[in-house]
């Protein structure tokens, strides 16, 4: 039976219907362009002028092998290897975290920051757990003049991370393999630290969608401790960064939307930290955590 488009488009997005899988249209369409070596508009733009289009049958079979993957919950992401961020595609896999829009919060905040000015000695950033790079390689290439340092525990998200400034063409970035709250860490000092750390409680963790759960590292996504409440790295980088920053530094944390109070406690209760605010997401959830050192 021939392989049509729309057809498989209608059937792929009832399997993932039935699967109970997030955004299953959208899943089907980016399954199958990928499948087709074609971008997600292109098949769009397929589907309305040539509906009809037969599939030939080796890209029927890899979108076929594709939809199997994704009806077993594994996310787009991991099954085509990349994911947008920040308006440039970068690869993932299941050594790292899958980039999400809310990260794109801490880019912003960091931009507005180092576009205010600083002097040259001092345009330098370290992106703590950086991942795939997402925030590092993004920061690097939106600031040409600065110089960074991804760090990450992790040798594969690390390796990842080097791809993808080799890939974007990010030549001011530095990588070390390293725990950033052990001694090995460079001490700076930086003009600007960034952090997405493992921020997820134990208890919030057996409630996330099964396509985290199951998939994404989960040492990326909780502290490594038992019982954790969710704020041990946060508020251990926060007592470090006093030591790390130049004054007048800035510092920003991806943080969960009920963290914000204990870390403007923790804040306030150190002297070295002035302009302590939170910075709302896309969704106007309390995301980011910002601080100066005064």
């Given at each position: 039976?021939?392989?049509?488009?729309?057809?498989?488009?209608?059937?792929?997005?009832?399997?993932?219907?039935?699967?109970?899988?997030?955004?299953?249209?959208?899943?089907?369409?980016?399954?199958?362009?990928?499948?087709?070596?074609?971008?997600?508009?292109?098949?769009?733009?397929?589907?309305?002028?040539?509906?009809?289009t037969v599939l030939s049958p080796a890209v029927a079979l890899k979108a076929e092998s594709f939809a199997a993957r994704r009806e077993k919950g594994e996310p787009v992401a991991y099954i085509t290897g990349v994911r947008e961020f920040y308006g440039r595609d970068f690869i993932v896999?299941?050594?790292?975290?899958?980039?999400?829009?809310?990260?794109?919060?801490?880019?912003?905040?960091?931009?507005?920051?180092?576009?205010?000015?600083?002097?040259?000695?001092q345009q330098t950033f370290i992106d703590l757990g950086t991942g795939s790079g997402?925030?590092?390689?993004?920061?690097?290439?939106?600031?040409?003049a600065w110089r960074g340092l991804a760090v990450d525990i992790s040798p594969d998200a690390l390796g990842v991370a080097k791809r993808n400034a080799a890939a974007l063409g990010a030549a001011n970035l530095d990588f070390i393999l390293c725990d950033y709250l052990g001694p090995a860490l460079p001490r700076g000092p930086y003009g600007m630290i960034t952090a997405n750390p493992?921020?997820?409680?134990?208890?919030e963790y057996h409630a996330v969608s099964p396509e985290v759960r199951c998939f994404e590292p989960g040492t990326a996504l909780v502290p490594p401790v038992p019982g954790a409440d969710g704020l041990e790295h946060l508020v251990a980088i926060l007592r470090m960064a006093e030591g790390l920053l130049v004054p007048g530094g800035l510092l920003l944390m991806e943080m969960g939307h009920t963290q914000g109070g204990a870390l403007m406690d923790a804040a306030q209760a150190a002297p070295a930290w002035t302009d302590c605010r939170v910075i709302p997401d896309l969704a106007g959830l309390p995301r980011v955590f910002r601080a100066l050192r005064g």
């Open positions: 039976m021939a392989a049509m488009l729309r057809a498989l488009v209608s059937r792929y997005t009832e399997r993932f219907e039935t699967a109970g899988v997030d955004s299953p249209r959208l899943s089907a369409e980016v399954l199958l362009a990928h499948a087709m070596g074609i971008s997600r508009a292109d098949l769009l733009k397929t589907l309305i002028l040539e509906p009809e896999t299941p050594a790292t975290l899958i980039p999400r829009p809310d990260t794109e919060t801490v880019v912003d905040a960091a931009l507005d920051f180092a576009r205010g000015g600083m002097p040259p000695e997402a925030i590092a390689v993004t920061l690097a290439l939106e600031l040409p493992p921020y997820v409680s134990e208890e």
